[in-house]
């Protein structure tokens, strides 16, 4: 799967894969978490993801 699908529990590096993503020109990105803990990945990605995407 993950040749398909970007997998890691690094917000580093989702930040960074979103992105690349944003200078290629994407002006809307869906992200998807498939762990339980859908309160965690809101609380990493709103303190950490999205906050570096604005740099």
Do not use: C, K
């Not at 699908?5 to 002006?27: C, I, K, N, T």
């Not at 309160?39 to 604005?54: K, N, W």
């Amino acid at each position: 799967m993950a040749a398909q699908v970007r997998v890691s529990s690094d917000v580093a590096q989702h930040a960074a894969w979103l992105r690349e993503d944003a200078e290629l020109g994407f002006d809307t990105i869906y992200v998807h978490n498939v762990a339980l803990d859908q309160q965690a990945f809101i609380d990493a990605f709103g303190a950490r993801v999205l906050p570096a995407l604005s740099r």
